[in-house]
């Protein structure tokens, strides 16, 4: 089974620039999520969706961020403009969120993260 | 609020000794609890995962942790580190919306 892709892997961009990112999850899988993972830190989420629709982004920083999941499928977040905290890991993620056997599935599979500096 | 804490920023370790890694929560409800590695360059790997039932888990790559609620921790351990299990481990806490620690570096000597 395919994992969790992200494109690109690394990207390098002035402050001011717009970026954006791409995820596609786990096929089958309804829910997605972007996290934040600044150096020496854990991983913040910023964004989730179930399916289609956004179920949480109280902590996505509106604006300058915005994210979209097409046909309940891939997604893209972006960043406009982009400012030198911005510098950070992105890292995508998805669960099932189905019964399996009895119990619900919820564990989320991470993608490899897109690595961003902005100089 | 819900949050973790791993007091080790980083862990030294020698190959073949056993290793522990410390992780406490705040959470308003059972917690469902997970241990993740990441190598340099790599994503999230899931070790382990608790959501309910016994308290001692087992994992990949030789990993177990166990669930103390009595003591809000839900520590990693391995009884044989190898040197490839130098990388960082997260705890995280949560459904759906998982909190994070902070992670704990783990650096392996032969």
């Known amino acids: 089974e395919a994992g969790v892709a992200q494109s690109p892997r690394y990207k390098i961009i002035e402050k001011r620039q717009s970026v954006a990112f791409w995820c596609n999850p786990i096929s089958g899988h309804a829910t997605l999520y972007w996290y934040q993972q600044i150096l020496g830190q854990g991983p913040k989420l910023l964004i989730q969706?179930?399916?289609?629709?956004?179920?949480?982004d109280s902590q996505l920083p509106k604006d300058r961020f915005s994210a979209e999941r097409l046909k309940g499928v891939d997604s893209t977040l972006k960043i406009q403009p982009a400012k030198l905290e911005d510098s950070a890991v992105y890292l995508c993620?998805?669960?099932?969120?189905?019964?399996?056997?009895?119990?619900?599935?919820?564990?989320?599979?991470f993608g490899p993260g897109t690595r961003l500096l902005v100089l | 609020a819900q949050s973790v804490t791993q007091p080790d920023i980083h862990i030294t370790v020698s190959e073949g000794a056993s290793l522990e890694l410390r992780c406490n929560y705040s959470y308003g409800a059972t917690p469902y609890l997970f241990w993740y590695v990441q190598s340099p360059g790599q994503g999230l790997q899931l070790l382990l995962k608790y959501f309910s039932g016994d308290t001692l888990v087992q994992g990949i790559k030789g990993f177990e942790a166990e669930f103390k609620r009595s003591q809000s921790s839900f520590n990693l351990r391995k009884p044989s580190v190898h040197w490839s299990d130098a990388a960082e481990y997260f705890c995280?806490?949560?459904?759906?919306?998982?909190?994070f620690g902070a992670g704990t570096i783990l650096r392996v000597k032969s």
């Open positions: 969706f179930q399916n289609n629709g956004v179920v949480d």
């Open positions: 995280a806490v949560g459904r759906n919306k998982l909190v």
């Open positions: 993620a998805s669960s099932l969120d189905r019964s399996v056997g009895g119990s619900l599935e919820e564990t989320q599979y």
